[in-house]
């Protein structure tokens, strides 16, 4: 049997993602954001080239951490992370080009084939993520070591629990479905569409909470309440089309475009407060 060894508070709390993709991530939200906010009422070529450029601003965090968190997730899950936020710039792009497409129920369609498309490939990056750690934790139980895991492992461990990865999962596949079911207008199932839409951020958000322990004491809570407030704006944004999916009522889509742009603004300021962090940490480890 290994002995166990021990975990320091420096490496509990060290943040690992660099101030390059920390400031990728956060100005990709940021300029998420500000497009929504361009995107209410009439269509905004702009804004939608500025949804574009930010997910691909956030691909690029992804792909500046790739050694870590491929150490940590491994390959394919982060391989799906990546896809997921170009798929997300790509449904950008044709809305960029061309503004009125977003009149189009043709190209309406193609924006919820391609955000169902990006929903899945989260939703099996989570999951690849929830087996990867059962199977690590499965060998390291057979040699004996139950119990030790994350101190022994603990630059390979997925530290997220598998209640949190799993609910993860199911919120992104429920966003999936909720897309596929909007294709076409959605019918009478467009409600339906909606409330799984709603459903999905609010297990999503469910996923950070249950991690917060963890994450908490290497990013910091304010950073993650933030997150979170983002998460549950999401949900409310969608609120009024399960009460009304034709839009006509008194909260019209333009209010859920601006939610999702102060979501993704929150987003930002939370890997904002994520970078100070780590630049905080860099200088105290400098001064040691």
Partial sequence: MATTVMVNEEEWTKIHASQFSLACGGLGLVFAG???????GTPSGPGYLLGALGFMLIAVAIIAHVEHLSRRLGRPAVVFAIVSAV???V???PMALEPSRTADS???DYWNYVLAAAALCAAASVALAAMRKEARLVAHLAQGNSGAYAA???HTTVHASFFSLVTGALGFLLMAIGSLILIGGGGPAARLGWILQT????LIAVAIIAHLGHLSRSVGRLALVLAVIGLILNALATLPACIDPSGAGPIGPEVQWI???IADI?????????AVRRRAQDAGRAVA
């Fill in 259 to 261: 939610a999702w742009g």
């Fill in 91 to 93: 449904d950008n792009v």
């Fill in 266 to 274: 929150l987003g930002g300021i939370s890997a904002a407060l994520v």
């Fill in 106 to 108: 043709g190209w309406i």
């Fill in 152 to 154: 022994e492992d603990f």
């Fill in 34 to 40: 500000i497009g929504c906010f361009l995107s209410p």
């Fill in 199 to 202: 459903i999905s951020w609010v």
């Fill in 87 to 89: 798929l997300l710039a």
